[in-house]
């Protein structure tokens, strides 16, 4: 793990699960929004909501991770290969709610039929960029300045 | 920000205060090299030692450096905030993706 000057931050991660079912099922799990919408959260408090959807080479999905009526984060998937029953391979844009580049990752996915079921390797190679939680501080330190500064004034 | 009442200054306040000044941003730039001596960084500045250490307990105010004695030298080095901003946000990421994968397996158990 290496930083740079330009603000940026690159990690590779590989994840590996097993599945007691066949691998059209795996697939479907993907390709089929109804199916990934059921799956496809961080976590149990994180709302996933579609307001795009192409799950097709070129193809774009638009979703937003929400926490109530909070926006975590707006995600924008593209799909650059696709291979049923074989392989995904798409990238997540990640953007704060207000519109700010947290990160890119592109996420690899491998399929391979087992006696068992579904072996799946998921490959992540995210870059973390120095943008909305960065930019967020900087504003918020330049408001309490400025206030700072008014109260000296009047003072 | 929830200083502006109490008029103490935060952290980040501090921060900007030890950025707006060339002496200590110049600091910053070398010690992204790495640690150094407050010695070896004052070298290349004409003023005396004990005002170029007012620049660095600044700096140390604003969380920007830390310090530490090593025999007769303080040792000054960068503390990289951004850096674990960042790698905090890749971690949250990629904790993310086994939770999803988890859910994956559950959805398959449950038999969809």
């Known amino acids: ?155 | 920000m929830a200083n502006l009442n109490t008029g103490a200054p935060t952290q980040i306040d501090l921060g900007f205060h030890a950025l707006a000044d060339a002496t200590r941003r110049a600091v910053i730039e070398k010690l992204h090299e790495g640690e150094a001596a407050a010695t070896e960084l004052a070298e290349p500045f004409d003023m005396a030692l004990p005002s170029f250490m007012k620049h660095l307990r600044v700096l140390e105010a604003g969380g920007l450096i830390s310090t530490r004695k090593e025999g007769r030298k303080r040792m000054c080095r960068l503390e990289r905030a951004q850096l674990a901003r960042l790698s905090g946000w890749i971690n949250a990421y990629e904790a993310g993706w086994q939770n999803r994968l988890d859910r994956l397996d559950a959805f398959f158990k449950d038999g969809e």
């Open chain 1, 1 to 155: 793990m290496t930083m740079t000057q330009t603000g940026m931050l690159h990690r590779t991660t590989v994840l590996e699960k097993s599945f007691g079912v066949g691998v059209a099922k795996v697939f479907a799990a993907w390709a089929d929004l109804d199916k990934r919408s059921q799956w496809n959260s961080p976590s149990d408090e994180v709302v996933i909501k579609y307001t795009e959807d192409d799950f097709s080479v070129g193809g774009k999905d638009v979703s937003l991770c929400l926490v109530g009526d909070q926006i975590l984060a707006e995600v924008v998937g593209v799909y650059h290969d696709i291979v049923p029953e074989e392989r995904i391979v798409y990238t997540e844009i990640i953007k704060t709610g207000e519109g700010f580049m947290l990160g890119i990752s592109q996420v690899s996915v491998g399929f391979t039929a087992t006696e068992a079921g579904t072996d799946m390797v998921v490959t992540l190679q995210t870059v973390a960029l120095a943008g909305g939680e960065i930019i967020d501080e900087v504003a918020a330190g330049w408001t309490a300045s400025m206030g700072k500064l008014e109260e000296v004034l009047a003072g």
